[in-house]
Nanobody, 119 residues
Framework: QVQLVESGGGLVQAGGSQRLSCAAS????????MGWYRQTPGKQRELVAD???????NYADSVKGRFTISRDNGKNTVVLQMSSLKPEDTGVYYC?????????????WGQGTQVTVSS
């Protein structure tokens, strides 16, 4: 039911910045956590950052101080602002929504967008 559409990404020089946006359609609950994950071929997908509807955030240690996640509950969008990018930030970034109701947990994923950081 929930669909996520990502925008942004592309080729960026090291030290540069990039902004990723994700727009969610469908029913987004107040208990939802929206976030971004990334993966490189052969590597396990990892959490980059996430944020609750109340604004509580989590960041991977590798991106703390460089990335900022935010969301607009009215628009059901989540944005990842990336700065001071490093080549090791290269990967496919996936928007994610996790939420629950009385009966079950829900987990939704975007299609992914490539971020390439050149040295």
């Amino acid at each position: 039911q929930v669909q996520l559409v990502e925008s942004g990404g592309g080729l960026v020089q090291a030290g540069g910045s990039q902004r990723l946006s994700c727009a969610a359609s469908g029913s987004i609950f107040s208990n939802s956590v929206m976030g971004w994950y990334r993966q490189t071929p052969g590597k396990q997908r990892e959490l980059v950052a996430d944020i609750t509807s109340g604004g509580s955030t989590n960041y991977a240690d590798s991106v703390k101080g460089r990335f900022t996640i935010s969301r607009d509950n009215g628009k059901n969008t989540v944005v990842l602002q990336m700065s001071s990018l490093k080549p090791e930030d290269t990967g496919v970034y996936y928007c994610n929504v996790k939420q629950r109701d009385y009966w079950r947990r829900y987990d939704y994923w975007g299609q992914g967008t490539q971020v390439t950081v050149s040295s």
